[in-house]
């Protein structure tokens, strides 16, 4: 966020650095913390429980990214679970010095109305996905997402989301992603084992997406 320096200096000695290891769950679904957290290192997924306690991935966050906002917004209870899927490092701001930097600076406030109209996008293209599209064009949609966050020219996801993760981001079962994954290795799309993902034709990947998904709604390109 982009905030004046005279602020800044304020709020830097009341930000607290938190180190969380891989399995610690972060921010409880349901908690009336109003803390937003920076991720600056790691990986976090946001995870929704059912009833019956069915596992469903919201989301998957990075460094740069931003959780717990909407809490700080409107003080509601937290809607999801946050769980930290490798070792990560966290800068944690009170909603406090949140509203107070929105308040001050109009360049933050601009920041977090395109972050909050990037997340609408983003989940209009999931509600989409999830109503319209099968289970393999649904899979294919996700593998494209990983496929863009690849760090490197090889295009190569290590550690990757097992078949039951991957199953539960898509609304499916392991079951059918192992089946769909196999045929997509025999293609040779995608060389899968041992966590470890490869995109081997990555073009092909595309135009499948293009033609399953159309104009309204392309995996979205990390920000």
């Known amino acids: 966020m982009l905030i004046p320096s005279a602020l800044r200096r304020l709020i830097d000695p009341r930000l607290r650095h938190v180190r969380a290891p891989r399995g610690r769950t972060i921010v409880g679904a349901g908690s009336?913390?109003?803390?937003?957290?920076?991720?600056v290192e790691g990986e976090i997924q946001v995870l929704?429980?059912?009833?019956?306690g069915r596992e469903v991935s919201v989301r998957e966050l990075g460094p740069g990214a931003v959780f717990g906002e909407l809490a700080a917004l409107d003080g509601a209870p937290r809607s999801a679970s946050v769980m930290a899927t490798t070792e990560a490092r966290l800068v944690v701001m009170s909603q406090t010095d949140?509203?107070?930097?929105?308040?001050?600076s109009p360049p933050a406030a601009l920041w977090l109305l395109h972050h909050l109209a990037a997340e609408?996008?983003?989940?209009?293209?999931?509600?989409f996905e999830l109503s319209a599209l099968n289970m393999q064009a649904r899979l294919h949609c996700e593998l494209l997402r990983l496929a863009r966050?690849?760090?490197?020219?090889?295009?190569?996801?290590?550690p990757a989301?097992?078949?039951?993760?991957?199953?539960?981001?898509?609304?499916?079962?392991?079951?059918?992603?192992t089946r769909e994954m196999r045929a997509l290795s025999q293609m040779n799309v995608i060389r899968n084992r041992r966590r470890r993902l490869e995109f081997l034709d990555l073009d092909h990947?595309?135009?499948v997406v293009r033609r399953?998904?159309?104009a309204l709604d392309q995996p979205e390109k990390p920000s």
């Open 212 to 214: 399953q998904v159309g």
């Open 98 to 104: 949140f509203m107070a930097c929105l308040a001050a």
């Open 120 to 127: 609408v996008r983003r989940l209009t293209g999931r509600v």
């Open 161 to 177: 989301p097992t078949h039951a993760e991957l199953a539960n981001r898509i609304g499916s079962h392991r079951e059918a992603v």
């Open 205 to 207: 990947l595309e135009r």
């Open 48 to 52: 929704i429980y059912s009833p019956q």
């Open 32 to 39: 009336r913390s109003t803390d937003v957290f920076f991720v």
């Open 149 to 158: 966050r690849g760090a490197d020219s090889e295009l190569v996801i290590s």
